[in-house]
């Protein structure tokens, strides 16, 4: 379960924002891929958080509903909360790898303020100037990386929620964007839309 047990060391090294990353939408056949960046508070690191942040973690591990209303607090009591995407057409153009990169870097450039590290889940991200550090499984191991996992995800279900009154037929409300089977029928009786990801196998 993730943890401020880094955070919490390098509070005591002299760092006050720590920016943790994640991004969702990876494997998604529509849309775009979507990074997060969250720094906490700095108090919550040198003293107790509110006990809601208990509940903070992967946020595939976290039940819609509460992933929601996480979302939503830490929208309102996060020190800052950065959000970048990569489009459909640069996933295309540049690979998945690279988009999400560049997701994640928008999403930091995005911050109000410059962090002093960042924790990333996975690897490091190229063409920062911060310290960062690359966490395998990071949104399991850092309460900042899953705060971040939780925002990224929020945010991108809400994206895929309006474009299924867009694009009527292909599920996207329940399916996000990946290949589930009514997703994939729908892709082989209609086509697919402009904001498919030309370089994913569509089925």
């Given at each position: 379960?993730?943890?401020?047990?880094?955070?919490?060391?390098?509070?005591?090294g002299?760092?006050?924002?720590?920016?943790?990353?994640?991004?969702?939408?990876?494997g998604?056949?529509f849309?775009?891929?979507?990074?997060?960046?969250?720094?906490?508070p700095?108090?919550?690191?040198?003293?107790?958080?509110?006990a809601?942040?208990?509940?903070?973690?992967?946020?595939?591990?976290?039940?819609?509903?509460?992933r929601?209303?996480l979302?939503?607090?830490?929208l309102?009591?996060?020190?800052?909360?950065?959000?970048?995407?990569?489009?459909?057409?640069?996933?295309?153009?540049?690979?998945?790898?690279?988009?999400?990169q560049?997701?994640?870097?928008r999403?930091?450039?995005s911050?109000?303020?410059?962090?002093d590290?960042?924790l990333?889940?996975g690897?490091?991200?190229?063409?920062?100037?911060?310290?960062?550090?690359?966490?395998?499984?990071?949104?399991?191991?850092?309460?900042s990386?899953?705060?971040?996992?939780?925002?990224?995800?929020?945010?991108?279900?809400?994206?895929?929620t309006?474009?299924?009154?867009?694009?009527?037929?292909?599920?996207l409300?329940?399916?996000?964007?990946?290949?589930?089977?009514?997703?994939?029928?729908?892709?082989r009786?209609?086509g697919p839309?402009?904001?498919?990801?030309?370089?994913?196998k569509?089925?």
């Amino acid at each position: 379960m993730a943890s401020l047990r880094l955070e919490k060391e390098l509070a005591r090294g002299g760092a006050r924002r720590i920016a943790g990353i994640d991004e969702v939408g990876r494997g998604s056949l529509f849309g775009p891929v979507v990074a997060a960046a969250v720094i906490l508070p700095a108090e919550w690191l040198l003293r107790r958080p509110p006990a809601w942040v208990g509940d903070v973690d992967d946020s595939k591990l976290v039940a819609p509903a509460r992933r929601a209303e996480l979302a939503a607090a830490l929208l309102r009591e996060a020190a800052a909360v950065g959000v970048g995407l990569a489009s459909a057409t640069e996933i295309d153009a540049l690979n998945i790898h690279w988009a999400a990169q560049l997701a994640m870097v928008r999403a930091v450039e995005s911050l109000p303020d410059p962090p002093d590290v960042l924790l990333v889940d996975g690897f490091q991200i190229k063409d920062v100037k911060y310290r960062q550090m690359g966490i395998p499984r990071g949104d399991r191991t850092s309460r900042s990386i899953a705060a971040a996992s939780i925002v990224a995800k929020v945010f991108r279900d809400g994206l895929m929620t309006t474009f299924d009154a867009l694009y009527e037929g292909y599920g996207l409300a329940r399916n996000k964007g990946y290949g589930t089977e009514e997703h994939l029928r729908a892709l082989r009786e209609k086509g697919p839309t402009g904001l498919h990801r030309t370089s994913f196998k569509l089925g």
